[in-house]
């Protein structure tokens, strides 16, 4: 059974750190590439970053660029967003995906909220 778990959301305050995992089983995680992304209450789901299948190549937004970081450890199957200087703005439910050709998979997303 394929599945994409994301955890490790909550409440920090402005300032503050979260790191984020998505955990992948059920398919060859380490053949697919995989993106996060974020859904702000009443606002379209956002791109947030993006890893290649091997880890070698790393992509940002430019509203996360020097803040956020993206990796991955294909022999745990997960690939994390470590979070840093988190802003209000970065409220909203967390994503990922795995992509490879036409397989496309999605978790169920991680609430992050800052606040203080």
């Known amino acids: 059974q394929v599945q994409l778990v994301e955890s490790g959301g909550g409440l920090v305050q402005p300032g503050g750190s979260l790191r984020l995992s998505c955990t992948a089983s059920?398919?060859?995680?380490?053949?697919?590439?995989v993106t996060w992304y974020r859904q702000a209450p009443g606002k379209e789901r956002e791109y947030v970053a993006g890893?290649?299948?091997?880890?070698?190549?790393?992509d940002y937004a430019d509203s996360v660029k020097g803040r956020f970081t993206i990796s991955r450890d294909n022999v745990k199957n997960t690939v994390y967003l470590q979070m840093n200087s988190l802003k209000p703005e970065d409220t909203g439910v967390y994503f990922c995906?795995?992509?490879?050709?036409?397989?496309?998979?999605w978790g169920q997303g991680t609430q992050v909220t800052v606040s203080s």
């Open positions: 995906r795995a992509r490879q050709l036409q397989r496309d998979y």
């Open positions: 059920g398919f060859t995680f380490g053949t697919y590439g």
């Open positions: 890893i290649s299948s091997k880890g070698t190549s790393t």
